[in-house]
């Protein structure tokens, strides 16, 4: 017998199970939305802009965000600005370790139900705060030169950020076109809590207590050119060189009994290389329509760890009347895995070098869809923008590696991040 | 396979909650079978709350469409030997549901078959009806035959309708709804090995889900399916089942031959978007005996059949 075209059935059932369970509530699901930049155009004196994070349904992690920035525009185009930012997080971040394979509850056709408490928790739980404060300064010199200089430092519980930035700009031909090149130097201190731990052991050994260094430099090289009057092209290049303590102190990675592939309750702290090499080119787009903008850009991404990665983000901002705007943006992000990601450790097996099971290092894909919508309230100043968006991050869900039970477990389960920030304006 | 079994505190009205790792289970007797609730919270009235919830749908649920009360709309519909019945709105949205699901089965899923299961018996054993008894009720068996104009219900005399195929799945659906409207937290609910997940537990852990194994209902596990969101169903012949000519006929009958499906696995698990869809894609793969799995690979959908 024929039940009709192959998917037919799915769709018409869907809709039909719709139905049935609008009539009353139906199984909750949520959609939402990330974080945020503002448009700082023509210059009064003073310029605030503050934004605040009203929502996000990522389950891992609540991070509450508010950033204040004040800008100075003196009248020979100095541009002094002050940007103060606090990141309250709280929530775990998955550890390493491969999804539990725990089972809570059964299916059975015969209606028989059991439970059976099996305990893994593949997550840290934290809270933190981070505080961070950016200066920055910018001084035309002539109508062809601009030099901005810049500082930043940050603190958490247990990292510390101090650098500071430099950058040349060049126009010519009318300011049709811009040269820029710039550098930046950054000189952070990872001190764990509780210690560093000895890496690729059971996390028991304390190797250090102080602080564990890493330096990060960045050099810039971009142009711009302005092809018609509503069309302007940039590219990039930036070239990222850190050193030091690159791994990340809480991270593990599990070691499975090489036969069934199920954990084996062992966990490794994980061990990355102290240099990484990153080397990025942007290529970006800026058209303008009658009624709008279209922003469109493609990053390409190389380091020697082996991740390559590309980004496509195409944004439109579309004018409607009464300064009201809106912007849709979609983002796409592709990346390779680190030549020594892996999801886990066969028993047994001789430790390598380095290895890490930071999903952030594997194979994995996300898409971004969002949209800005801008207003400004009568009789009210200043200018107000929400931003909703939504993340879906995955993985390999049966990466090639994976044996025994393994098989019938999504190795990556996808992740969901939606928020919703507000931001505001003003100018005076 | 059993360690550490929590220890059941009963509670007020039937259910039973305990502290389990990091969530409550909460455990009641509804549908004929077993329940859970399943709530990642430290708050213990919360879960209390949200388990009493899904008891009392499923208990209104069970009172309002069971086919064994003579106070519902089912037992007036059945009764109403050709006379139309007038039926409040979730009937209709039932039983709107079950005319399409009549439509694009090309009639395997049909409400009208409830009939057949007089003439079966499926203990282990090895009776089989009679070609006649299994003739007259055929009879008596199809949606075809059944006006239903959105409001009213026209069933033939000697003609029975019995939501048994989608009544727990629904009731699923309906307690997960209510509950999700109560609570943000991530929950789970098991009527009877039918579930839906309402989303990430903390930690972006999903829940896990055992698989029994057909021949060995409640020891023993297939494997584990990791769930985040949505619908499970499993339709399958664990245990209700007769042997007819060194052959095992699994209890769920097609409604044109009035016979046990032939060929079909022992068991097929559907994830869907709801626990109504998983369910009835589960059946109507099963319903396809040998063709089960293709019927699947066709409906992108993700499934698993022994």
Same mark, same amino acid.
């Not at chain 1, 139906?26 to 605030?48: E, G, Y």
């Not at chain 2, 626990?275 to 894609?281: I, K, Q, R, S, Y």
């Given at each position: 017998?024929?039940?009709?075209?192959?998917?037919?059935?799915?769709?018409?059932?869907?809709?039909?199970?719709?139905?049935?369970?609008?009539?009353?509530?139906?199984?909750?699901?949520?959609?939402?939305?990330?974080?945020?930049?503002?448009?700082?155009?023509?210059?009064?004196?003073?310029?605030?802009?503050?934004?605040?994070?009203?929502?996000?349904?990522?389950?891992?992690?609540?991070?509450?965000?508010?950033?204040?920035?004040?800008?100075?525009?003196?009248?020979?185009?100095?541009?002094?600005?002050?940007?103060?930012?606090?990141?309250?997080?709280?929530?775990?971040?998955?550890?390493?370790?491969?999804?539990?394979?725990?089972?809570?509850?059964?299916?059975?056709?015969?209606?028989?139900?059991?439970?059976?408490?099996?305990?893994?928790?593949?997550?840290?739980?934290?809270?933190?705060?981070?505080?961070?404060?950016?200066?920055?300064?910018?001084?035309?010199?002539?109508?062809?030169?601009?030099?901005?200089?810049?500082?930043?430092?940050?603190?958490?519980?247990?990292?510390?950020?101090?650098?500071?930035?430099?950058?040349?700009?060049?126009?010519?031909?009318?300011?049709?076109?811009?040269?820029?090149?710039?550098?930046?130097?950054?000189?952070?201190?990872?001190?764990?809590?509780?210690?560093?731990?000895?890496?690729?052991?059971?996390?028991?050994?304390?190797?250090?207590?102080?602080?564990?260094?890493?330096?990060?430099?960045?050099?810039?090289?971009?142009?711009?050119?302005?092809?018609?009057?509503?069309?302007?092209?940039?590219?990039?290049?930036?070239?990222?060189?850190?050193?030091?303590?690159?791994?990340?102190?809480?991270?593990?990675?599990?070691?499975?009994?090489?036969?069934?592939?199920?954990?084996?309750?062992?966990?490794?702290?994980?061990?990355?290389?102290?240099?990484?090499?990153?080397?990025?080119?942007?290529?970006?787009?800026?058209?303008?329509?009658?009624?709008?903008?279209?922003?469109?850009?493609?990053?390409?991404?190389?380091?020697?760890?082996?991740?390559?990665?590309?980004?496509?983000?195409?944004?439109?901002?579309?004018?409607?009347?009464?300064?009201?705007?809106?912007?849709?943006?979609?983002?796409?992000?592709?990346?390779?895995?680190?030549?020594?990601?892996?999801?886990?450790?066969?028993?047994?097996?001789?430790?390598?070098?380095?290895?890490?099971?930071?999903?952030?290092?594997?194979?994995?894909?996300?898409?971004?869809?969002?949209?800005?919508?801008?207003?400004?309230?009568?009789?009210?100043?200043?200018?107000?923008?929400?931003?909703?968006?939504?993340?879906?991050?995955?993985?390999?869900?049966?990466?090639?590696?994976?044996?025994?039970?393994?098989?019938?477990?999504?190795?990556?389960?996808?992740?969901?991040?939606?928020?919703?920030?507000?931001?505001?304006?003003?100018?005076? | 396979?059993?360690?550490?079994?929590?220890?059941?505190?009963?509670?007020?009205? @039937?259910?039973?909650?305990?502290?389990?790792?990091?969530?409550?289970?909460?455990?009641?007797?509804?549908?004929?079978?077993?329940?859970?609730?399943?709530?990642?919270?430290?708050?213990?009235?919360?879960?209390?709350?949200?388990?009493?919830?899904?008891?009392?749908?499923?208990?209104?649920?069970?009172?309002?469409?069971?086919?064994?009360?003579?106070?519902?709309?089912?037992?007036?519909?059945?009764?109403?030997?050709?006379?139309?019945?007038?039926?409040?709105?979730?009937?209709?949205?039932?039983?709107?549901?079950?005319?399409?699901?009549?439509?694009?089965?090309?009639?395997?899923?049909?409400?009208?078959?409830?009939?057949?299961?007089?003439?079966?018996?499926?203990? @282990?054993?090895?009776?089989?009806?009679?070609?006649?008894?299994?003739?007259?009720?055929?009879?008596?068996?199809?949606?075809?035959?059944?006006?239903?104009?959105?409001?009213?219900?026209?069933?033939?005399?000697?003609?029975?309708?019995?939501?048994?195929?989608?009544?727990?799945?629904?009731?699923?659906?309906?307690?997960?709804?209510?509950?999700?409207?109560?609570?943000?937290?991530?929950?789970?609910?098991?009527? @009877?090995?039918?579930?839906?997940?309402?989303?990430?537990?903390?930690?972006?852990?999903?829940?896990?889900?055992?698989?029994?194994?057909?021949?060995?209902?409640?020891?023993?596990?297939?494997?584990?399916?990791?769930?985040?969101?949505?619908?499970?169903?499993?339709?399958?012949?664990?245990?209700?089942?007769?042997?007819?000519?060194?052959?095992?006929?699994?209890?769920?009958?097609?409604?044109?031959? @009035?016979?046990?499906?032939?060929?079909?696995?022992?068991?097929?698990?559907?994830?869907?978007?709801?626990?109504?869809?998983?369910?009835?894609?589960?059946?109507?793969?099963?319903?396809?005996?040998?063709?089960?799995?293709?019927?699947?690979?066709?409906?992108?959908?993700?499934?698993?059949?022994?």
């Amino acid at each position: 017998m024929q039940l009709g075209p192959a998917g037919g059935v799915r769709g018409r059932l869907g809709t039909a199970a719709c139905l049935l369970l609008a009539s009353g509530v139906a199984p909750a699901r949520a959609a939402a939305p990330t974080p945020t930049p503002t448009q700082s155009p023509t210059p009064p004196k003073w310029q605030f802009e503050g934004s605040g994070l009203l929502y996000t349904e990522k389950k891992r992690a609540s991070v509450i965000e508010p950033t204040g920035r004040i800008t100075r525009f003196l009248s020979d185009g100095q541009i002094l600005s002050a940007t103060l930012g606090i990141d309250a997080i709280t929530g775990a971040s998955p550890t390493g370790a491969i999804p539990t394979t725990a089972i809570q509850t059964y299916t059975t056709p015969s209606g028989n139900v059991q439970t059976i408490p099996v305990g893994t928790v593949p997550t840290n739980k934290f809270k933190d705060a981070r505080l961070s404060l950016d200066l920055g300064w910018e001084k035309p010199w002539g109508g062809w030169l601009t030099t901005t200089l810049g500082t930043h430092v940050s603190r958490e519980k247990d990292y510390q950020s101090l650098g500071a930035s430099g950058k040349l700009s060049l126009s010519f031909m009318h300011k049709l076109s811009t040269l820029t090149v710039g550098g930046g130097y950054n000189r952070d201190g990872v001190f764990p809590t509780g210690g560093t731990r000895a890496p690729l052991s059971d996390g028991t050994v304390i190797v250090g207590t102080g602080t564990n260094r890493k330096t990060v430099s960045t050099v810039l090289v971009g142009a711009s050119r302005v092809l018609t009057r509503r069309w302007m092209i940039g590219v990039n290049a930036t070239r990222t060189t850190e050193r030091g303590y690159l791994t990340e102190p809480y991270k593990v990675i599990s070691v499975v009994d090489s036969l069934a592939g199920d954990p084996t309750g062992d966990l490794l702290t994980e061990n990355r290389p102290a240099s990484r090499d990153r080397r990025d080119v942007l290529l970006s787009s800026v058209y303008h329509l009658d009624t709008g903008v279209l922003y469109a850009s493609d990053r390409y991404y190389w380091d020697d760890w082996g991740i390559r990665s590309n980004t496509l983000d195409l944004r439109y901002r579309h004018e409607l009347e009464e300064h009201r705007w809106i912007e849709p943006h979609a983002r796409y992000y592709i990346q390779t895995r680190a030549n020594f990601f892996r999801y886990f450790l066969l028993d047994g097996e001789p430790l390598p070098d380095y290895v890490s099971a930071d999903s952030r290092l594997g194979p994995l894909q996300s898409l971004t869809l969002g949209g800005t919508f801008g207003f400004q309230v009568k009789d009210r100043p200043g200018e107000w923008a929400i931003r909703a968006e939504f993340l879906v991050q995955w993985g390999k869900a049966h990466p090639a590696e994976a044996f025994g039970n393994q098989v019938m477990t999504n190795m990556s389960p996808p992740v969901g991040v939606g928020s919703v920030v507000v931001l505001y304006t003003l100018k005076f | 396979m059993s360690p550490a079994l929590p220890i059941d505190q009963p509670d007020a009205g @039937g259910s039973s909650l305990s502290r389990v790792e990091d969530y409550y289970l909460g455990r009641f007797t509804a549908m004929a079978g077993p329940c859970q609730v399943l709530v990642e919270t430290d708050d213990r009235a919360e879960a209390a709350d949200l388990v009493r919830i899904a008891r009392e749908e499923a208990l209104r649920i069970e009172r309002k469409f069971s086919r064994y009360r003579n106070d519902n709309i089912v037992h007036r519909i059945n009764r109403s030997e050709g006379r139309p019945v007038p039926v409040d709105e979730e009937t209709a949205h039932l039983l709107d549901y079950a005319a399409t699901c009549f439509e694009i089965s090309d009639g395997m899923f049909d409400v009208t078959s409830g009939v057949l299961r007089r003439a079966w018996t499926f203990d @282990g054993g090895e009776r089989v009806p009679s070609e006649a008894l299994v003739r007259e009720l055929l009879g008596r068996v199809g949606w075809g035959r059944v006006t239903w104009d959105g409001g009213a219900l026209v069933l033939p005399a000697g003609m029975e309708i019995d939501f048994g195929g989608i009544g727990k799945e629904y009731a699923v659906d309906r307690a997960a709804g209510l509950a999700a409207s109560r609570t943000g937290r991530a929950f789970l609910v098991n009527f @009877g090995g039918d579930l839906f997940a309402s989303g990430e537990r903390r930690g972006g852990r999903p829940w896990g889900i055992g698989v029994d194994d057909p021949g060995r209902t409640g020891r023993a596990t297939v494997m584990r399916i990791e769930l985040v969101q949505g619908g499970l169903a499993t339709t399958g012949d664990a245990r209700r089942y007769v042997m007819w000519r060194g052959r095992r006929l699994g209890h769920v009958l097609d409604p044109r031959t @009035g016979w046990p499906v032939e060929g079909a696995p022992r068991s097929v698990t559907v994830l869907a978007g709801t626990c109504v869809e998983a369910g009835t894609l589960s059946t109507l793969a099963y319903l396809q005996g040998p063709a089960a799995r293709e019927f699947l690979e066709g409906q992108d959908i993700r499934f698993w059949v022994f």
